[in-house]
């Protein structure tokens, strides 16, 4: 069973950006939704017990429990894994990867050019989703978005960067400016 990874750092470390209302809901209110009901699928079908989520949502496709239960699991496994990393890179304590910007750099051309696909499909994710960057079963880095909870895992890809672009995430202090939270967005992602 899982229970909501502890935020590492206070609610309001992340102002300007992302205001402590914000992120107080986002955390202990949405977070622990997608735990929950998480862990009621789990309850239902023990059978998915001894698999990390991750690895569930990977062969979501052959596993041995109802329609409905493979759609609670896509949507509030996702959930649950997105916003765990979502927190983590959002870390005031974390410092530049200089690894992961050499690479991003060699396989996007320059960091301006990762950072304007990524917000291109921030912002051209209609209704709730998500945008990312992973590294493939190839070990490529690749940006797409995703629509509602779903995982870069669904595909086997292992998730880098993500940013929620559900209203829930920035609603309260830019309303409809999704464009504005998303290059403000850069600001507190130290790892690049
Ligand atoms: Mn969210």
Redesign the pocket.
């Known amino acids: 069973m899982y229970t909501l990874p502890e935020l590492e750092y206070a609610y309001d470390a992340l102002e300007p950006h992302i205001d402590a209302r914000t992120m107080e809901i986002?955390h202990s209110k949405?977070?622990q939704g997608y735990t929950n009901k998480l862990n009621a699928v789990l309850e239902k079908n023990p059978n998915l017990l001894d698999q990390p989520v991750e690895t569930l949502l990977q062969h979501i496709d052959t596993l041995d429990i109802p329609e409905e239960d493979k759609k609670a699991l896509q949507n509030n496994g996702g959930?649950y894994l997105?916003?765990k990393l979502?927190w983590e890179i959002m870390n005031p304590q974390n410092t530049t990867d200089t690894d992961l910007v050499e690479e991003i750099t060699n396989t996007f051309g320059s960091i301006e050019s990762f950072k304007e696909q990524f917000e291109k499909n921030a912002l051209t994710q209609f209704g709730s989703g998500w945008s990312w960057l992973v590294r493939n079963t190839e070990g490529i880095l690749m940006l797409y978005k995703t629509a509602n909870q779903d995982s870069p895992h669904l595909q086997g890809h292992t998730p880098i960067l993500g940013l929620?672009v559900?209203e829930?995430?920035y609603y309260l202090n830019y309303q409809n400016k999704r464009g504005e939270y998303v290059k403000n967005w850069w600001n507190i992602v130290k790892i690049i």
């Open positions: 986002h949405h977070h959930g997105n916003h979502f929620d559900w829930h995430a």
